[in-house]
């Protein structure tokens, strides 16, 4: 935008992107809104249009587009105009009123939050905002939700505040908390009943709990914590009154947990006081068990798993805290606490339940690693408790008549009971898993009920539920020794009636899949096994089930199911007369290669021969009647077929004495290449099939290794010109695993290095495009993987390759690239190519590749430093620069003085000062930095310091 746009002009535009039912003039205003927005006239026409207050609609648009405007775009604003831009800003706030917009107020207060934390010189924000709005009744409403945002914004991504101001900022807030909690006070003492008030009181506090800025040691005797439980006590409540009470709680004890945490055994003083503190809040949480109850007679789902939140926060609290005052075999008095949460884990609802999951998974990690029997004999009861509870919870409704995902909300639920398989499969170690299945089992038959007295028969939801948790634990039952619940489970199952519930008759197939394991050791199982199992794919509702108990039974006993293999072939002939869905074939086929593995030798291709072509003559139909169109997932789409092949030359891994003999699935692949080939040719204009194609090769040339070089050439020549024709970056990914396999062979390493020399070309092409590396992350993840390939497997002669230049200045711009796998692979790269050029064992080329790789070094290995270290402060996410960090220390290694100059060029080239004209670093900051790497010998020391360096630039 060259000029400042009529006011009207932006009313009109405001008016017809909320308003005109022409979708295309919305569009259009909506661009054109975009634009304005990211100008800087921005600033005057949203200033003017807060001023003017003509309607809702421009009014929001104005308020929004302040607060991206400072949040985004602050540097715009010379120093001087900062002052009249925060008094513009309260002067707006000011004339708030109960009829505002709560969404305009709150992009006016975020916008002033970010402004005082991007205005360095305002010295003492907080205590202006007070004096200025706190002891008028309707600015308290905007005044608290700026001391809301204020803390909040801190940390936000989208300013760039830098560590050194963020903790200037924290400093100043911490120096202003004493103020804001008579304010607080204040506010609690005068609102009145208003609800809003208190909510945002409540809130203010949170939040400047969260950011430290507050004291636990403040906490005792603060009023408001004891507002927060005076609201949890009392069940009439309102709903986000109760919810802003218990965030208030929850953020407190996480922060004790982390204050505990940090100071164990460093000081005396403090801990004690943090124990005191502990106390406190077990003694007044511990209070709010019969509000709890009161919630769950008066059905407030709300309140009840906001009381949850609490007494699980509170028990995380206290974790280390009772497990290491249970040493020994004794109870700690915290565990009243675990008390608590069962108590919610009882909760008829499971979504209260679900609420525990994250203690549960910690306490077990604790116990495991601790590995004492005394202390899981301490902890057992509660476990059980807690399985039992999940058990309930996996129940299904009595009159559901499909299957778990069939019901109302099924796949809710279905995910639920995933997350409790997960659960129970971390935590039954401290009761045991065959004790767990014993009590599953006795839940089955209907053991004795209370005082001794006959119990009911289970129902058919219970007795499913029941398996399903056996299901969870069967596969840490040690095979050998359990000899009498598993047979009785497995007889039991393969004599359910007809009439069983589906439900019933679902869980008991796949849990006969997770006992493949004792199958194994019990053989004699084997037949009835399967032959219930084969019954089974035939029933509506049980295929895919008996497909994944079919496919772990073979994994488990490939030995045994080999004499079974003729009927498993007749099972792979059969597939589509099945109810089952195409990934339930595919993992029966899955099963049926793994078996064919340990055929006699003699017996494995006439096999593989007939397994492959039950899958390959149809796609041989298809490509043969290119009328027909194709339906994704139906038998006309190519993909079913070639994934079938896929997984049939996966899973097909003889055992192979001498590698100097004929692979006994060599000639099996070489009658398959011209119908892959076929499909590769057919298919080249659809990246999907493409991608599949070139999966089927991959698995194909795994499945033989080097005895499908004769496959080469052809291969070669094929991949080459369809990738010059279409650029399908899987072609690069598919060249990698012929480098990988082929490489070593001398003879073959020329055609390698010709087909990588023409693949470059087209790949450039691409990538030089503007936005090319960011619009083709995947060409780039699969270029450099090719790269490294060759780094790897024949360095020398890559090292001498004329496209090296090319390649190496590519991998330069795509440091800063924050796509994950491409940017991991671009780094792989540089750091196999500076592996390649150090010493290794039993190489006779040392010197060579020494050689090759310091002529690149010398040229490139500046600029690396200085791309990897800006990549590093302005591209990448934190998790990324692990990968970075491996290669810088690898460059350390190869020439430290190297590094530690050109670390020292790119510093010099960093930014003083950021976006809101603070400055970024200090000397000293500086000079750690670079003292750290450069006299780093680990990978980790790089990462830990590139992390710290890049946030006095974010």
Same mark, same amino acid.
């Given at each position: 935008?060259?000029?400042?746009?009529?006011?009207?002009?932006?009313?009109?535009?405001?008016?017809?992107?909320?308003?005109?039912?022409?979708?295309?003039?919305? =569009?259009?205003?909506?661009?054109?809104?975009?634009?304005?927005?990211?100008?800087?006239?921005?600033?005057? $026409?949203?200033?003017?249009?807060?001023?003017?207050?003509?309607?809702?609609?421009?009014?929001?648009?104005?308020?929004?587009?302040?607060?991206?405007?400072?949040?985004?775009?602050?540097?715009?604003?010379?120093? =001087?105009?900062? *002052?009249?831009?925060?008094?513009?800003?309260?002067?707006?706030?000011?004339?708030?009123?109960?009829?505002?917009?709560?969404?305009?107020?709150?992009?006016?207060?975020?916008?002033?939050?970010?402004?005082?934390?991007?205005?360095?010189?305002?010295?003492?924000?907080?205590?202006?905002?007070?004096?200025?709005?706190?002891?008028?009744?309707?600015?308290?409403?905007?005044?608290?939700?700026?001391?809301?945002?204020?803390?909040?914004?801190?940390?936000?991504?989208?300013?760039?505040?830098?560590?050194?101001?963020?903790?200037?900022?924290?400093?100043?807030?911490?120096?202003?908390?004493?103020? $804001?909690?008579?304010?607080?006070?204040?506010?609690?003492?005068?609102?009145?009943?208003?609800?809003?008030?208190?909510?945002?009181?409540?809130?203010?506090?949170?939040?400047?709990?969260?950011?430290?800025?507050?004291?636990?040691?403040?906490?005792?005797?603060?009023?408001?914590?004891?507002?927060?439980?005076?609201?949890?006590?009392?069940?009439?409540?309102?709903?986000?009154?109760?919810?802003?009470?218990?965030?208030?709680?929850?953020?407190?004890?996480?922060?004790?947990?982390?204050?505990?945490?940090?100071?164990?055994?460093? &000081?005396?003083?403090?801990?004690?006081?943090?124990?005191?503190?502990?106390?406190?809040?077990?003694?007044?949480?511990?209070?709010?068990?019969?509000?709890?109850?009161?919630?769950?007679?008066?059905?407030?789902?709300?309140?009840?798993? &906001?009381?949850?939140?609490?007494?699980?926060?509170?028990?995380?609290?206290?974790?280390?805290?009772?497990?290491?005052?249970?040493?020994?075999?004794?109870?700690?008095?915290?565990?009243?606490?675990?008390?608590?949460?069962?108590?919610?884990?009882?909760?008829?609802?499971?979504?209260?339940?679900?609420?525990?999951?994250?203690?549960?998974? #910690?306490?077990?990690?604790?116990?495991?690693? #601790?590995?004492?029997?005394?202390?899981?004999?301490?902890?057992?009861?509660?476990?059980?408790?807690?399985?039992?509870?999940?058990?309930?919870?996996?129940?299904?409704?009595?009159?559901?008549?499909?299957?778990?995902?069939?019901?109302?909300?099924? =796949?809710?639920?279905?995910?639920?009971?995933?997350?409790?398989?997960?659960?129970?499969?971390?935590?039954?170690? $401290?009761?045991?898993?065959?004790?767990?299945?014993?009590?599953?089992?006795?839940?089955?038959?209907?053991?004795?009920?209370?005082?001794?007295?006959?119990?009911?028969?289970?129902?058919?939801?219970?007795?499913?539920?029941?398996?399903?948790?056996?299901?969870?634990?069967?596969?840490?039952?040690?095979?050998?020794?359990?000899?009498?619940?598993?047979?009785?489970?497995?007889?039991?199952?393969?004599?359910?009636?007809?009439?069983?519930?589906?439900?019933?008759?679902?869980?008991?197939?796949?849990?006969?899949?997770?006992?493949?394991?004792?199958?194994?050791?019990?053989?004699?199982?084997?037949?009835?096994?399967?032959?219930?199992?084969?019954?089974?794919?035939?029933?509506?509702?049980?295929?895919?089930? *008996?497909?994944?108990?079919?496919?772990?039974?073979?994994?488990?006993?490939?030995?045994?199911?080999?004499?079974?293999?003729?009927?498993?072939?007749? @099972?792979?002939?059969?597939?589509?007369?099945? *109810?089952?869905?195409?990934?339930?074939? @595919?993992?029966?086929?899955?099963?049926?290669?793994?078996?064919?593995?340990?055929?006699?030798?003699?017996?494995?291709?006439?096999?593989?021969?007939?397994?492959?072509?039950?899958?390959?003559?149809?796609?041989?139909?298809?490509?043969?009647?290119?009328?027909?169109?194709?339906?994704?997932?139906?038998?006309?789409?190519?993909?079913?077929?070639?994934?079938?092949?896929?997984?049939?030359?996966?899973?097909?891994?003889?055992?192979?004495? &001498?590698?100097?003999?004929?692979?006994?699935?060599?000639?099996?692949?070489? =009658?398959?290449?011209? $119908?892959?080939?076929?499909?590769? &040719?057919?298919?080249?204009?659809?990246?999907?099939?493409?991608?599949?194609?070139?999966?089927?090769? #991959?698995?194909?040339?795994?499945?033989?290794?080097?005895?499908?070089?004769?496959?080469?050439?052809?291969?070669?020549?094929?991949?080459?010109?369809?990738?010059?024709?279409?650029?399908?970056?899987?072609?690069?990914?598919?060249?990698?695993?012929?480098?990988?396999?082929?490489?070593?062979?001398?003879?073959?390493?020329?055609?390698?290095?010709?087909?990588?020399?023409?693949?470059?070309?087209?790949?450039?092409?691409?990538?030089?495009?503007?936005?090319?590396?960011?619009?083709?992350?995947?060409?780039?993840?699969?270029?450099?993987?090719?790269?490294?390939?060759?780094?790897?497997?024949?360095?020398?002669?890559?090292?001498?390759?004329?496209?090296?230049?090319?390649?190496?200045?590519?991998?330069?711009?795509?440091?800063?690239?924050?796509?994950?796998?491409?940017?991991?692979?671009?780094?792989?790269?540089?750091?196999?190519?500076?592996?390649?050029?150090?010493?290794?064992?039993?190489?006779?080329?040392?010197?060579?590749?020494?050689?090759?790789?310091?002529?690149?070094?010398?040229?490139?290995?500046?600029?690396?430093?200085?791309?990897?270290?800006?990549?590093?402060?302005?591209?990448?996410?934190?998790?990324?620069?692990?990968?970075?960090?491996?290669?810088?220390?690898?460059?350390?290694?190869?020439? #430290?003085?190297?590094?530690?100059?050109?670390?020292?060029?790119?510093?010099?080239?960093?930014?003083?000062?950021?976006?809101?004209?603070?400055?970024?670093?200090?000397?000293?900051?500086?000079?750690?930095?670079?003292?750290?790497?450069?006299?780093?010998?680990?990978?980790?020391?790089?990462?830990?310091?590139?992390?710290?360096?890049?946030?006095?630039?974010?």
């Amino acid at each position: 935008m060259d000029s400042p746009p009529a006011l009207e002009t932006v009313y009109q535009a405001v008016y017809s992107l909320y308003n005109n039912p022409d979708t295309l003039e919305k =569009e259009k205003a909506s661009l054109w809104l975009g634009v304005l927005q990211r100008s800087v006239y921005a600033w005057k $026409v949203a200033d003017e249009m807060l001023q003017q207050k003509r309607d809702l609609e421009s009014c929001y648009f104005a308020a929004q587009t302040m607060r991206t405007k400072i949040q985004l775009s602050f540097h715009e604003l010379p120093t =001087e105009a900062h *002052a009249s831009l925060r008094d513009s800003l309260m002067e707006h706030i000011s004339q708030i009123n109960e009829h505002t917009n709560t969404v305009i107020v709150t992009q006016l207060c975020v916008a002033l939050a970010d402004l005082t934390l991007q205005m360095s010189s305002w010295q003492k924000p907080v205590v202006d905002l007070i004096n200025r709005f706190g002891s008028n009744t309707s600015s308290l409403w905007p005044l608290l939700e700026v001391m809301i945002v204020l803390p909040e914004e801190v940390n936000a991504r989208s300013l760039r505040l830098g560590a050194n101001r963020r903790q200037q900022i924290l400093m100043d807030l911490t120096a202003s908390a004493e103020t $804001v909690m008579e304010f607080l006070k204040m506010c609690l003492k005068n609102g009145g009943d208003n609800v809003q008030i208190h909510i945002r009181i409540l809130r203010c506090f949170t939040s400047w709990t969260i950011v430290h800025a507050i004291s636990l040691q403040a906490v005792p005797s603060s009023d408001i914590v004891a507002y927060a439980f005076q609201v949890l006590g009392n069940h009439m409540a309102s709903s986000q009154l109760h919810e802003a009470a218990t965030d208030c709680v929850c953020i407190i004890l996480q922060a004790l947990e982390q204050e505990s945490s940090c100071n164990r055994g460093q &000081n005396t003083e403090l801990e004690a006081q943090l124990q005191q503190l502990q106390l406190c809040l077990f003694t007044s949480v511990t209070t709010l068990e019969q509000p709890y109850h009161l919630s769950v007679a008066h059905e407030d789902m709300d309140k009840s798993m &906001n009381y949850c939140r609490i007494f699980t926060e509170l028990a995380e609290t206290f974790l280390e805290t009772m497990v290491l005052g249970s040493v020994g075999g004794k109870q700690h008095y915290a565990i009243k606490i675990l008390d608590l949460v069962l108590m919610c884990v009882g909760h008829h609802d499971y979504e209260v339940a679900e609420i525990t999951f994250n203690l549960w998974y #910690r306490l077990s990690e604790v116990l495991y690693q #601790r590995n004492s029997d005394d202390l899981n004999s301490v902890f057992k009861p509660h476990i059980e408790r807690l399985i039992a509870a999940l058990c309930r919870h996996c129940q299904m409704e009595p009159d559901q008549l499909g299957l778990v995902e069939e019901g109302g909300g099924g =796949e809710e639920f279905a995910d639920f009971r995933g997350r409790v398989s997960e659960l129970i499969k971390d935590v039954v170690f $401290v009761v045991g898993s065959s004790h767990c299945f014993r009590q599953m089992f006795s839940t089955l038959t209907g053991g004795p009920g209370p005082q001794g007295q006959p119990a009911h028969p289970p129902t058919w939801d219970s007795t499913e539920a029941a398996l399903f948790v056996m299901q969870a634990v069967a596969k840490n039952i040690l095979p050998r020794e359990e000899n009498d619940v598993v047979p009785k489970v497995v007889e039991a199952i393969l004599n359910l009636p007809e009439n069983a519930h589906i439900a019933v008759r679902h869980t008991s197939v796949l849990l006969l899949g997770e006992l493949c394991e004792w199958i194994e050791k019990h053989p004699q199982s084997l037949e009835p096994v399967l032959n219930f199992l084969l019954a089974c794919l035939n029933q509506r509702g049980l295929g895919n089930a *008996a497909s994944r108990a079919l496919q772990s039974i073979c994994a488990a006993c490939p030995l045994h199911m080999a004499a079974h293999f003729q009927g498993l072939l007749q @099972i792979a002939r059969s597939l589509d007369n099945f *109810a089952i869905s195409n990934d339930a074939a @595919i993992v029966l086929l899955k099963g049926v290669a793994s078996t064919l593995a340990r055929l006699p030798k003699d017996e494995i291709a006439p096999a593989m021969k007939e397994l492959c072509w039950f899958q390959a003559r149809p796609l041989c139909e298809l490509m043969e009647s290119r009328g027909i169109p194709i339906e994704r997932g139906t038998k006309t789409d190519p993909m079913i077929w070639l994934d079938r092949l896929a997984a049939i030359f996966r899973h097909t891994n003889p055992r192979i004495e &001498n590698p100097n003999e004929p692979h006994p699935c060599q000639s099996v692949i070489t =009658e398959m290449w011209p $119908v892959l080939s076929n499909a590769c &040719n057919t298919y080249q204009h659809d990246t999907r099939l493409m991608e599949r194609c070139c999966r089927c090769l #991959r698995f194909a040339v795994r499945c033989v290794g080097k005895h499908s070089a004769h496959l080469l050439e052809p291969l070669v020549k094929q991949i080459v010109e369809l990738y010059a024709a279409h650029q399908h970056s899987c072609f690069l990914y598919l060249g990698s695993i012929l480098v990988d396999e082929y490489a070593s062979d001398i003879d073959c390493v020329p055609g390698l290095l010709g087909m990588l020399e023409a693949f470059i070309g087209p790949t450039f092409t691409i990538l030089q495009h503007p936005d090319g590396l960011k619009n083709h992350p995947d060409t780039v993840d699969d270029l450099f993987r090719l790269c490294a390939r060759f780094l790897q497997r024949a360095p020398v002669a890559f090292l001498h390759s004329a496209a090296l230049g090319s390649i190496v200045e590519c991998a330069l711009l795509a440091c800063s690239l924050d796509h994950r796998d491409a940017n991991a692979s671009v780094m792989k790269f540089f750091y196999d190519l500076l592996h390649s050029g150090c010493k290794h064992e039993n190489r006779s080329d040392f010197a060579i590749r020494r050689q090759l790789v310091q002529e690149i070094v010398r040229k490139e290995g500046q600029s690396l430093v200085a791309r990897l270290l800006h990549a590093s402060v302005f591209s990448l996410h934190s998790y990324m620069l692990s990968d970075v960090a491996d290669v810088i220390v690898e460059l350390i290694s190869f020439d #430290r003085e190297l590094v530690s100059k050109g670390l020292e060029e790119a510093i010099k080239a960093m930014p003083t000062q950021n976006v809101v004209g603070a400055p970024t670093a200090t000397p000293d900051q500086l000079l750690e930095f670079h003292n750290t790497v450069t006299r780093a010998d680990s990978s980790k020391t790089v990462s830990h310091a590139l992390r710290n360096f890049a946030r006095l630039f974010r």
